[in-house]
């Protein structure tokens, strides 16, 4: 009897034998029926912030025009480790890790008189890039003049 | 004092059974955890930004303080006024650790013109809608 005992108590022991279950969750998507139901392009942006909320990032779109992101995170990870000792010096160890990450975001592009040009849904690093773009100069702002 | 041999067994397993206790009890645990940035906002706080075409940058950033963010939109801009709720919960059972971790914000955009006068006011309050939860409980 004590054999399997204290070799089920190294299988439980976290050293030998351990599984992870996290899950993060930054802000939520807009709501279903407000996405449905929001134009495709014309409204202004007054009318976008009302129907929507405050977006999680703005900035720039043509120099004077306006992009709105309202993004999410949904990060789930599963994993696990097996490790098992071989000898005074020697163990093997397995893990397995399994993750659905990645943000989100519903974004809105508005002309330079801030009404909405167009509107996509997907991952915010496919929709914006991987960084916001930087701010136009100087230059640039008065060039396109509007 | 002399013990019979079922007396002993009876011993030896209660002292198992109190020393699986043990493991369990050493081995095991949870946490709870809240995070804040900055304070709660409330619709008084929104009001008080004032009317879009008669309230200047200057007489917002006098109500509401120092913006979390400005962000340049050509000769426009934007503020944004944040505060955020972080709520983490975890479980320890011997071989397993779970948890979870929810973000959520109060975010209040203030849009001004080429003369720093308010255009535009969007507010979504969710902060306080943060949970505790466990990694398989959706949140809504």
Same mark, same amino acid.
């Given at each position: ?15 030998c034998?351990s599984?992870?279950?996290n899950r ?9 029926d407000?996405v ?5 392009s014309?409204?202004?942006?007054q ?5 929507l909320?405050a ?7 043509r120099?004077h ?7 999410w995170?949904?990060d789930r990870r599963f ?9 005074d ?10 993750a659905r990450?990645?943000?989100?975001a519903?974004v ?7 009404v909405?040009?167009?509107?996509r849904?997907g991952?915010?690093?496919s929709?914006i890039?991987?960084?916001?773009p930087?701010?136009a100069?100087?230059?640039?702002i ?5 | 004092?002399?013990?019979d041999?079922s007396?002993?067994r009876?011993i030896v397993e209660?002292?198992n059974?109190a020393?699986v206790l ?7 645990g949870?946490f ?6 900055? =304070?709660?906002? #409330?619709?008084?706080? /929104?009001?008080?930004? !004032?009317?879009?075409? &008669?309230?200047t940058a200057?007489?917002?950033v006098a =109500?509401?303080? #120092?913006?979390?963010? /400005?962000?340049q939109? !050509?000769?426009r801009? &934007?503020?944004l006024?944040?505060?955020e709720q972080?709520k983490?919960?975890?479980l320890?059972?011997l ?6 971790r929810?973000?959520q914000t ?9 003369h720093?006068v ?5 507010r ?6 943060a949970?505790y ?8």
């Amino acid at each position: 009897m004590r054999a399997p005992a204290l070799l089920a108590l190294l299988a439980l022991s976290s050293s030998c034998v351990s599984a992870s279950w996290n899950r993060a969750t930054w802000q939520r998507p807009a709501a279903r029926d407000v996405v449905a139901g929001l134009p495709r392009s014309g409204i202004g942006l007054q009318e976008c912030l009302d129907l929507l909320g405050a977006p999680t990032l703005v900035f720039e779109h043509r120099v004077h025009g306006l992009t709105l992101a309202y993004a999410w995170v949904q990060d789930r990870r599963f994993g696990g480790t097996v490790s098992v000792p071989l000898g005074d010096r020697e163990s093997a160890s397995f893990s397995y890790a399994t993750a659905r990450a990645g943000a989100y975001a519903l974004v809105l592009w508005l002309d330079e008189s801030w009404v909405l040009e167009d509107w996509r849904e997907g991952r915010l690093g496919s929709l914006i890039g991987e960084e916001p773009p930087r701010p136009a100069t100087l230059e640039e702002i008065e060039l396109t003049r509007r | 004092m002399r013990m019979d041999s079922s007396g002993g067994r009876r011993i030896v397993e209660r002292m198992n059974r109190a020393s699986v206790l043990l493991v369990c009890l050493l081995s095991s645990g949870c946490f709870l955890q809240r995070s804040l940035v900055d =304070r709660p906002f #409330a619709e008084a706080d /929104v009001a008080r930004i !004032g009317n879009a075409g &008669a309230t200047t940058a200057k007489e917002v950033v006098a =109500r509401l303080g #120092a913006p979390t963010e /400005v962000v340049q939109l !050509g000769r426009r801009s &934007a503020y944004l006024y944040l505060h955020e709720q972080e709520k983490t919960a975890g479980l320890f059972l011997l071989v397993a650790a779970f948890n979870n971790r929810d973000r959520q914000t109060d975010r209040v955009w203030v849009f001004f013109d080429e003369h720093d006068v308010v255009t535009h006011v969007g507010r979504t309050l969710q902060a306080q809608g943060a949970e505790y939860a466990m990694p398989w409980v959706a949140h809504d």
